[in-house]
C-alpha cells in the first residue's frame, strides 16, 4: 500500500504559544513589549552592510592568526618530534 503524500500547505509556522522575547537570549528585545510585538529595523544599505562585514573580519582576525600560530607551532614540535 502506497503512503499518502503529505501535503505542506497545512503546516503553521507562525503559530506561537509562548513568547519568546525572554532576557538573556540574543533576540531579546526590551522594546517588543511596548510596541505590541512589532520591532523597528532600520534598512541598511549595501555600503554599510559590507561595512559590517569587513570589521567582523576584522574582529575575528586576531583569533584566526593565533590559531593558524598555534597549529604552526604543533607541526613544528611534530617535524622535530618525529625528524
Known amino acids: 500500500m502506497a503512503k499518502k ?3 505542506h500547505d497545512d503546516l503553521d509556522t507562525e503559530t506561537t504559544f509562548v513568547d519568546m522575547n525572554v532576557e538573556g537570549f540574543r533576540w531579546y528585545d526590551p522594546n517588543r513589549k511596548k510596541n505590541g510585538g512589532k520591532t ?6 549595501r555600503r554599510e552592510y559590507w561595512q559590517m562585514v ?3 573580519f576584522v574582529a575575528y582576525l586576531p ?5 593558524f600560530a598555534v ?3 604543533v607541526a613544528c614540535i ?3 618530534w618525529v625528524g
Do not use: P
Request: aromatic share 14%; proline share 0%; no cysteine.
Open 71 to 73: 597549529f604552526g607551532i
Open 54 to 56: 569587513r570589521a567582523a
Open 63 to 67: 583569533v584566526f592568526l593565533i590559531v
Open 40 to 45: 523597528n529595523r532600520n534598512k541598511v544599505s
Open 78 to 80: 611534530a617535524w622535530l
Open 5 to 7: 503524500e503529505r501535503k
